[in-house]
């Protein structure tokens, strides 16, 4: 099987080009060759397919194999890999995900390669049901924003301390979904964060009902935050653009930060704008080939 590896700041992935190579088995192909000590080394498997809505479908597959409906990072090294293997030159260029088809604006340097994409990823989703989040239909809302996490999340006395100890005293949730589901909590002090005991304990409480991927965030002014994730299926990730995405919404409507902000994650910068013009979230960042190689299973 014929890969190449890419990453959009840091979060990498193995990347097939469904038009020339067939992939039997993607969710098992997906778990060995993301192994980074016997495997190729990735957060994923993401397959680069033929489609009949767009100019190329995107399917991704977690480290873990569980099948995710969108990746922000991983769309934009399709776009670039599409792009630069003359899958289509279209531009822009829309794309095929389980989050439906997205339109893609790539900025092309003088060697005709693809340097950055923006993305438009689409309207947020808020409703509880489409994120999905279990919540009892007591609390009076059809939204997540600033709920109190202990009040919903059954909490043990370190994990409490911990949330308490890092995003001070109300530990509160907002929950958004940008094709795939994300909680979101501000902090005081990140650098604090355990998000190795915690990201995995979240992400799996019986509220979502399809899991959630976890982000912790420090709000420095009204157009700067710097964020760390906990991805579903993967881990911790130097990376999440849906994620990024959710946290341009969350701050938004927190009333923390505006419309228009630059983020601040472990691999890289991304820039996020909530539009009000027509209620999109626009993500603007890198995306980067590394090497491309064989994988012969064993």
């Known amino acids: 099987m014929r890969f190449t590896k890419m990453h959009g700041i840091g979060n990498d992935y193995v990347y097939v080009n469904g038009f020339t190579e067939a992939v039997a088995n993607p969710a098992e192909i997906a778990k060995k060759v993301s192994d980074r000590h016997f495997g190729i080394g990735s957060d994923g498997l993401i397959l680069i397919l033929p489609s009949e809505k767009a100019d190329v479908r995107m399917r991704m597959f977690n480290a873990d194999?569980?099948?995710?409906?969108?990746?922000?990072?991983?769309?934009?090294?399709?776009?670039?890999?599409?792009?630069?293997?003359?899958?289509?030159?279209?531009?822009?260029?829309?794309?095929?995900?389980?989050r439906g088809v997205l339109s893609l604006a790539l900025e092309v340097g003088a060697d005709t390669k693809v340097l950055q994409v923006t993305v438009n990823m689409g309207e947020p989703i808020l409703e509880l049901a489409k994120i999905p989040v279990d919540f009892p239909?007591?609390?009076?809302?059809?939204?997540?924003?600033?709920?109190?996490?202990?009040?919903?999340?059954?909490?043990?006395?370190?994990?409490?301390?911990?949330?308490l100890d890092i995003a001070g005293s109300d530990r509160?949730?907002?929950?958004?979904?940008?094709?795939?589901?994300?909680?979101?909590?501000?902090?005081?002090?990140?650098?604090?964060?355990?998000?190795?005991?915690?990201?995995?304990?979240?992400?799996?409480?019986?509220i979502f009902p399809r899991r959630i991927n976890v982000h912790f965030v420090q709000a420095?002014?009204?157009?700067?935050?710097?964020?760390?994730?906990?991805?579903?299926?993967?881990?911790?990730?130097?990376?999440?653009?849906?994620?990024?995405?959710?946290?341009?919404?969350?701050?938004?409507?927190?009333?923390r930060t505006d419309r228009k902000i630059l983020a601040h994650l472990p691999g890289g910068d991304l820039q996020l704008e909530w539009r009000e013009a027509d209620n999109n979230v626009y993500m603007t960042g890198p995306a980067t080939q590394v090497f491309s190689g064989d994988w012969e299973e064993t």
């Open 65 to 98: 194999g569980s099948e995710a409906e969108m990746c922000g990072n991983g769309v934009r090294c399709v776009a670039k890999y599409a792009f630069d293997h003359g899958l289509t030159r279209n531009n822009p260029m829309t794309v095929e995900t389980g």
């Open 137 to 163: 239909r007591s609390i009076g809302s059809e939204q997540v924003i600033d709920f109190p996490m202990g009040k919903y999340i059954p909490l043990d006395e370190r994990a409490r301390d911990h949330i």
């Open 172 to 206: 509160k949730m907002t929950c958004v979904s940008v094709g795939n589901p994300h909680l979101v909590s501000y902090c005081t002090r990140l650098s604090d964060l355990d998000l190795e005991r915690i990201g995995p304990f979240l992400e799996r409480q019986p």
């Open 220 to 255: 420095h002014s009204r157009s700067e935050v710097t964020m760390r994730t906990w991805e579903r299926g993967s881990g911790i990730t130097l990376a999440c653009g849906t994620g990024a995405c959710a946290v341009c919404v969350a701050g938004v409507l927190t009333g």
